[in-house]
């Protein structure tokens, strides 16, 4: 019978393990740390997660398909709760057995039908296929300006709380969703406190007429998704309004065209001149940061909320290369070249990340069990993957590295099902 090496114990390797224990299928998992939780174990190297880190999609919405988050939990839980929450789901269905902790996959290649994988502890396995579960917001990108810096830097991949900022003059370069959470940490913790941004963005707030705002958005009627950005500018003018008040730069995209900032303390801070607003770096000079509008500031330290690259090291070690733009992955999971490799959890939504991998596992498993009988459902499902497959739902996104495996949330969900479904109905 076929096994299968998933790597990593993180929220998507859990939920590719739940979907294929269920259907009977053979596999192991490898996890590099002692156990699981991926990137929601603060204690783990090369994770983003520091102390005020919550969910940015809210409780109802976010959860594993078939197990909710406990009822008692906020609408935004903190890191801490969705690190028990994902502990719970493991051992719910009993996923911890099937996991080999401390040991990394360091290298996975394929060899004739099969899959060579080479661990930590030195040992070479052979896999009927493979599935990586690594994530991909852990392996930081900094951002190259002309000069240097003479004071303290670094990614805030490596910062974890407040009080390393205490009584200093802080910098915070990025507003993405936790740029905007640090930026708002150095408002409270620091002696003076900036934010800089390349470009504009919407500010949504976390609520909408006293709901979360994906829980409003999604509970109310359908709305097409060429309407939805125009829709949601008129209602963030009436609630936001002109972000300019702030010091910010007037957004050069329609809401939704990146990936949504949802922070109601930022503008706060910024409203109370706890935190300024500043464009982008012109230059580094020693002590000194120049803007592109000519101001100067001069701050203790700067933290690069700059994102993260799209990684995964054991198969760039194993000599396969994925494409930046995304256009070798089948649906963001299936590789067009190397049948047997599928990914999971790589691609950036609007929407939350676990209802997506559940159904990527659920898709995952009616792949394998056609591979398996090796019929008419592979050959469905091979047709299928030879084809571009547009998962945008007609949004257009801002063109950058972030949102080259950027989907639309509902589109995405619709397109696995509807794969899945024809999988499934080839192989009666």
């Excluded at 502990?87 to 990394?104: E, I, N, P």
């Excluded at 996104?397 to 972030?402: A, I």
Aim: glycine share 10%; hydrophobic share 40%; net charge neutral.
């Amino acid at each position: 019978m076929a096994r299968y090496c998933i790597i990593g114990a993180g929220p998507s390797g859990l939920a590719a393990a739940r979907a294929l224990a269920a259907a009977g299928l053979q596999f192991d998992i490898f996890e590099r740390h002692d156990d699981v939780g991926g990137i929601w174990d603060s204690r783990n190297p090369n994770t983003p997660i520091y102390e005020s880190a919550h969910f940015i999609s809210s409780r109802t919405q976010s959860a594993f398909d078939g197990f909710p988050m406990p009822a008692n939990y906020p609408d935004y839980p903190s890191w801490k709760q969705v690190l028990d929450y994902i502990r719970a789901f493991a051992d719910s269905y009993d996923l911890r057995k099937y996991v080999r902790f401390d040991t990394s996959v360091e290298r996975a290649s394929p060899v004739g039908a099969e899959w060579e994988v080479q661990l930590s502890t030195g040992e070479v396995l052979r896999y009927d296929g493979v599935i990586a579960a690594v994530g991909h917001d852990w392996d930081p990108l900094l951002p190259e300006y002309p000069g240097t810096f003479d004071g303290k830097s670094y990614h805030t991949v490596e910062y974890r709380s407040g009080a390393e900022l205490a009584g200093k003059n802080v910098l915070v370069v990025g507003a993405g969703n936790s740029g905007c959470d640090i930026a708002c940490d150095a408002a409270i913790h620091g002696s003076r406190a900036w934010i800089s941004m390349r470009r504009g963005y919407h500010f949504l707030p976390k609520h909408f007429f006293g709901q979360p705002t994906d829980e409003f958005f999604r509970g109310g009627p359908h709305i097409p998704n060429w309407l939805a950005p125009s829709l949601l500018a008129v209602l963030l003018r009436i609630i936001v309004g002109d972000l300019r008040r702030y010091g910010l730069p007037k957004p050069d995209h329609k809401p939704l065209a990146t990936h949504p900032i949802i922070n109601s303390q930022l503008l706060h801070h910024l409203a109370h001149g706890e935190l300024t607003a500043k464009p982008d770096i012109a230059e580094l000079r020693g002590r000194a940061v120049r803007f592109v509008d000519g101001s100067e500031i001069e701050p203790d330290v700067i933290l690069w909320a700059t994102g993260y690259r799209p990684t995964i090291p054991c198969l760039d070690a194993g000599g396969i290369h994925l494409a930046e733009s995304g256009e070798d992955l089948y649906l963001n999971m299936f590789s067009r070249e190397h049948p047997g490799l599928y990914i999971m959890g790589f691609f950036g939504t609007a929407g939350a990340a676990y209802p997506i991998v559940s159904k990527q596992g659920a898709l995952l498993v009616a792949v394998l069990t056609a591979r398996e009988k090796n019929g008419a459902a592979m050959r469905t499902f091979e047709q299928l993957r030879a084809k571009p497959r547009a998962l945008t739902g007609g949004m257009r996104y801002v063109s950058s590295p972030r949102h080259a495996f950027y989907v639309q949330f509902e589109e995405y969900l619709k397109v696995l099902d509807t794969v899945r479904s024809r999988v499934e109905r080839a192989a009666r």
